[in-house]
């Protein structure tokens, strides 16, 4: 059975740091590009970043150079280090999994970013 499940998330002040996890069963995580989306309340689903099979990464203009996004094959794991994090990076945050055809969500980790 295929399963994503994200954690790290939560409510930090402005300018403060997340780390968000995403762990991979059933499936060959490695051969999979995996990605974290984010939807705020009352907009659509946006991309956040993306990292292939072979660590390419691809970041929305607006997280760069404050998110990093890495892979840990090893543990099935895609990680999402959010620094410098400002308000409007308050959203669910979903992981998924892309293969061709093949894309699979996780539930989502609430980010809540607030003084």
């Known amino acids: 059975q295929v399963q994503l499940v994200e954690s790290g998330g939560g409510l930090v002040q402005p300018g403060g740091s997340l780390r968000l996890s995403c762990a991979a069963s059933g499936f060959i995580f490695r051969l999979y590009t995996m990605g974290w989306y984010r939807q705020a309340p009352g907009k659509q689903r946006e991309l956040v970043a993306t990292i292939s099979s072979d660590d390419t990464t691809n970041y929305a203009d607006s997280v760069k150079g404050r998110f990093r996004l890495s892979r840990d094959n090893a543990k099935n794991t895609v990680y999402l280090q959010m620094n410098g994090l400002i308000p409007e990076d308050t959203a669910i945050y979903y992981c998924?999994?892309?293969?061709?055809?093949?894309?699979?969500w996780g539930q989502g980790t609430q980010v809540t970013v607030s003084s």
């Open positions: 998924n999994a892309r293969r061709g055809a093949y894309l699979k």
